[in-house]
């Protein structure tokens, strides 16, 4: 374990999960199928031990302000139907809530990696958030404008636009070097590497979904274009792994061992589609960059099967480990 990583507990653990189910939920542009909930949050878990840590973890989420409720039900393929999850706007921060001690700073140390990541355009109001339930973060103003990390112009306006539901005039230069000028919908933001990606809607071009990074928007104004975000939208769809940002160039599979299952399904962010061949457990995804996602299995504990040029670059990224000892 490197010095900046932490070890934690179950209760610190549990303390994250549920700080990130909320946050999940408030950001759900519609009802969330409890499939999806328990492939995003409680994948290691057998079906029983889901349905009750998902009643827990809600009893703790309406204890601290934020109610989920059962909003309906879908069908599923094969028959049967499975039930929606919707944050009731209603009766969430309908009164005052206050955590206590452990769980304040529970939630602080969750939320601490935000506060710190560069590409996460909305740590201020987050810090905000935290100060309002924790001083130590003091008053919530003065939290702000002390501690914040300073945020550029472009990264305002378009989380700005996001809050307000209105479209951004913003000059956009691509990984080629061609500059255009486009109206940019923006309905949500991911970080990666250290770096701001936003998803939004080209309003111009037939409301064509892109994925833009932050740092490649040389300028953007907010316009009185509304839009409204799709029904359904999650931007968690968006979320990439190290190796798949740019248009996909290989699919890759990776042998799991059953000692690390629980935590590369938590890794994957959802990506790709785990399945047993010839008694193994597999896990196949797209990739863009060889190199990153065999240095990215070498860091968990997985094996390339395929292609060849992944399962060479795995070798020589091990060789170069063995080499420095």
């Known amino acids: 374990m490197s010095s900046t990583e932490i070890d934690f507990n179950a209760d610190e653990r549990r303390g994250k999960r549920v700080a990130t189910l909320g946050v999940f939920f408030a950001n759900a542009g519609g009802p969330v199928s409890t499939s999806m909930v328990d492939e995003r949050f409680y994948a290691d878990l057998g079906d029983e031990n889901r349905r009750k840590t998902f009643k827990r973890d809600r009893d703790l989420l309406a204890e601290a302000g934020i109610v989920i409720r059962e909003a309906g039900t879908q069908p599923v393929s094969g028959g049967g139907s499975e039930k929606l999850w919707e944050a009731d706007t209603e009766a969430s921060f309908a009164s005052e809530t206050e955590l206590e001690p452990l769980e304040a700073i529970g939630l602080d140390i969750a939320c601490q990696p935000l506060l710190e990541d560069p590409g996460f355009v909305f740590s201020r109001a987050l810090r905000r958030a935290l100060a309002k339930i924790d001083r130590t973060f003091g008053d919530p103003d003065q939290a702000v404008a002390a501690n914040t ?154 094996r390339p099967l395929s292609p060849q040029a992944v399962v060479d670059a795995w070798k020589r990224c091990l060789e170069g480990v063995l080499a420095r000892g």
């Open 149 to 302: 990390p300073q945020v550029d112009a472009v990264t305002e306006v378009i989380s700005n636009c996001i809050e307000s539901g209105v479209a951004a005039h913003i000059s956009y230069r691509d990984a080629n070097g061609a500059q255009s000028e486009r109206l940019f919908a923006p309905l949500g933001t991911f970080s990666l590497r250290g770096r701001g990606y936003a998803v939004g809607d080209m309003v111009e071009e037939g409301g064509a979904r892109r994925t833009l990074r932050l740092d490649r928007i040389l300028g953007a104004e907010r316009t009185a274009t509304r839009y409204d975000a799709p029904v359904g939208f999650d931007i968690n769809e968006y979320r990439r792994l190290p190796f798949q940002i740019g248009e996909a160039r290989f699919d890759a599979v990776f042998e799991v061992p059953t000692e690390r299952e629980a935590d590369l399904r938590r890794a994957a962010i959802g990506k790709g589609k785990f399945a047993q061949l010839d008694g193994r457990l597999t896990w196949r995804v797209d990739g863009v960059d060889e190199k990153a996602a065999a240095a990215w299995a070498v860091a968990q504990g997985i």
